[in-house]
Every structure is written in C-alpha cells, then in structure tokens.
C-alpha cells in the first residue's frame, strides 16, 4: 500500500496535536532554528500522519516537506535492501527525513508510525524573514578601552569561558547558613540572589542540568529545585571565591559596588511590583530585575584586565553605556536564559519606547531604575531621566504602579530594600 500525504491517513492536527507537536519541534532540526512565534506558526499548519504495518511513504511527500519520524519507526529501502530505520526518539529522528532522488528508495513501516510534517517553503520564509528582523545596526562611537573590553568578551563567548565576578562573603554567608541550621531552598534562594554573578551561573547550571531538552529556569528557587539543595549550595560554597573580582583598581572596585546595590535593590522593586500585574510572577520579576544589567558586572570584571584605561569613573561608565545593553543581551541569549530575561536586559533602559499591549517584565525593570534613580541615585547617573511624562510611567499607572510616586514604591517594598542597603553600604 503506497501512502500519500492527500491520502485519509494524513489528517490535520487536533488541539492536543497541536500541543504535542509545539513541544517536540524545539528539538527538530532545523525547525528548532525559528523563535518561539515563528515556530508556533510553522506547527499550525504542520499535519499528521498515522501509518500501519507495512505502508509505504511516497517520496514526494518528504521531498515536499520536513517529515519527521514522532512515534513508532520508518524503515528506509533500496530496492530489497534495508538501508536505515529511523526510530522515534533518536538522534536521527531529529533530522527532516532526507532521500536520494536519483536512488530507488521506499519507505516503509513494519509495525506503525506516526509522522508530523511541516511545510518546507513555509520554514525558508519563516527563517528569512527572521534572519532579516534579526538584523539590528546599533552605532556607537567606541573608545579603545571599549575595544580590548569586547574583543575578551567576544573570544571568551567564542570560547565558552564566560565567568562572571561574584563575592566572597556569599560563600561565608552560605557556611553560616549550613552550621547552624538545615538550610531549605527559601533560605538558599535568600542569600544566592544577593549576588548577581553567582545567580546567573547557577541558572545556567540548572538550564543545562537536564540537557537540551530541558525548558529555560525561570526563578532562582526553580534553578535551585532542579540542581538540588545539595548541589546548589556546593556550587554557591565554590564560585563566589573562585570567582572574585581580582583587582586593586578603587574605580573598578566601587562600580562593582554600585552595580551590586542597584542590581539588588532592582530586584526587591520588580518582585513587589509584579503582585500588581495578574499576568506577571513575582519571582521571575525578581530575576528579570536582578539580571536585566548583567552586562554591566560582565564588563567590570573585563575592564580589571585593564586598568590603565579606567583611571576615572567617567572612563568605565562611558564603556559600560556603550556596551551594557549589547553584551547583557549577547550572554543571556547565549546562556539559554527565557526570552523575557533577555528581552528585560535590551528594553528596560529604553526609557523613551513608546510602550503599548500588555505590562511586561522589561517594563517593571524600567520601573524599579527610575525608582532607584529618583530615590536612592547614584552621583555620577545623568543617563536616566525623570518619570514624569514618559508613556512606560502613563501605562504603568493603569495597573496600579504610579511612578511619579517612588516614595510610595520604596516604603512598599520595605524590608526588602533594606538588605540590599545593608549589603553595599
């Protein structure tokens, strides 16, 4: 029996296919390439094939599409000759099934398989018009110290060597924790959030801890629930003082400082925020507040290679100004971090953006900056403006957050500001 994908056995999905086949084509190559809107739009149109024992795909059916093998096993012949079995599951089901045109070729089932295929001319539009959109010029008048930074950030990536400066006193802080009392992933979660660095390695730990498959970490007790206590808290005993910032440079030393105090303070104002905001969760609103300049410590940590370019504060926030939002946005994207993080790290200081739909994590790490500003400034920040009459501060308002009122917003957050002080202070 020949199959043909017009045949009845080539049905359009149903809604628990349609669920089905969004998960499964994050791991399909190359369908795995588009965004997340672009591949939903792909599984749309995608249909399903049910095959039997011993039906046979026509080979215009793969070469008009990307079919992939999603239940059972599809047997590939030349002639009488069994040349390949493509079993669900395995690494080779991951690829669009590809044949010889100038072979003779069938496919064949010995016992059942299900199918799905996508439309091939829809996956080249897709991915064009993504790679077109994907294009950003961003210019910047750069200095030489900003340079040498991103060129070692730039061979560091290439290299997957990227460490992050952390703080030593987090390790002893995590040994206090663990001799006096059995440390829980509240208390654990406490303490790893008081430090920037240690917090991005961990959620990259915890990304990668279940492979490819595994869905971004959203919340630092979720990255900690995926490691486990144990591991999390070997991992927080260990970085901090591997990962010290090693310089004797006092420029470098107290923008650490301040980046520290403001990164912290950011994310006890975006958590609270986010309980005024049904579609947003607390605890990811404090991740997105506690990495949204992530790239900020990441070119502190690659100025202190080079110091003699840094001999005034002006020198290091000019390059940070220039490469905060590029490099911030580089290693979140790289690391695997959930679209929202990184799309908090390229818009929330975008103060002008003429906000619209719904409020977004993005838009409460704008919020808690100009909180922060307006509150507790830091002397040398002239590059964020007042709330007054910006639109982010109009939209906010409709949900409850009046930006115009930072007094209002600091004494809710209350205790939670006070450990970030105490911290840098």
């Known amino acids: ?17 349609q669920d089905d086949i969004t998960q499964l084509a994050r791991n399909l190559h190359p369908v795995c ?82 199918l799905v295929r996508f439309g091939r001319e829809q996956m080249e539009i897709l991915l064009k018009e993504q790679e077109k959109a994907a294009t950003n010029v961003i210019e910047r008048q750069v200095t030489e110290a900003d340079n040498l930074v991103f060129d ?21 802080k995590i040994m206090t924790a663990v001799k006096s009392r059995k440390i829980d ?58 990962h010290a910032l090693q310089s004797d440079n006092p420029v470098i030393i107290e923008q650490l400082k301040k980046y520290a105090r403001r990164a912290t303070l950011a994310a006890a104002i975006t958590q609270v925020l986010a309980r005024n905001v049904d579609n947003l969760k607390p605890d990811m609103a404090l991740l997105a507040g506690l990495t949204a300049d992530l790239g900020e410590l990441l070119i502190i940590g690659y100025a202190a290679r080079h110091t003699e370019h840094f001999t005034c504060a002006q020198q290091l926030n000019d390059t940070i100004e220039n490469l905060r939002e590029i490099v911030g ?8 971090f959930a679209p929202e993080f990184v799309e908090a790290t390229q818009k929330g200081r975008d103060w002008y953006r003429n906000k619209t739909g719904d409020i977004e994590y993005s838009d409460l790490v704008t919020a808690a900056l100009l909180t922060i500003q307006s509150e507790l400034p830091e002397s040398d920040s002239i590059s964020i403006p007042s709330a007054t009459n910006l639109l982010i501060t109009r939209s906010l308002q409709q949900v409850g957050i009046d930006l115009t009122e930072p007094q209002a917003i600091i004494h809710a957050v209350g205790h939670q500001v006070a450990p970030a002080l105490q911290k840098v202070g």
Not at 152 to 172: A, K, P, V
Not at 199 to 206: E, F, G, P, R
Request: glycine content about 6%; charged content about 20%.
């Open 1 to 17: 029996m020949a199959f043909n994908s017009e045949s009845n056995a080539a049905s359009q999905q149903n809604t628990g296919d």
């Open 33 to 114: 390439d588009l965004n997340d809107a672009n591949r939903q739009a792909l599984c749309r149109s995608a249909s399903v094939m049910h095959l039997q024992r011993n039906d046979q795909l026509k080979l215009d059916t793969v070469l008009r599409g990307l079919v992939y093998v999603v239940e059972g096993s599809l047997t590939v012949f030349n002639g009488k000759t069994e040349v390949m079995t493509i079993n669900a599951g395995s690494k080779e089901a991951t690829q669009s099934i590809t044949v010889d045109q100038t072979a003779h070729l069938t496919l064949k089932t010995r016992a059942f398989a299900k």
């Open 185 to 242: 992933i509240p208390d654990l979660a406490q303490i790893i959030q008081s430090d920037p660095g240690l917090t991005a390695h961990i959620v990259l730990a915890a990304s990668r801890a279940d492979g490819a498959n595994a869905d971004p970490v959203q919340t630092i007790r979720g990255a900690i629930t995926r490691l486990g206590v144990e591991a999390t808290v070997k991992m927080a005993m260990a970085l901090p003082t591997k």
């Open 329 to 336: 946005s580089w290693l979140l994207g790289t690391w695997g």
């Open 152 to 172: 070692d950030i730039l061979r560091d990536m290439s290299n997957n060597n990227i460490t992050l400066s952390s703080f030593r006193e987090t390790t002893q």
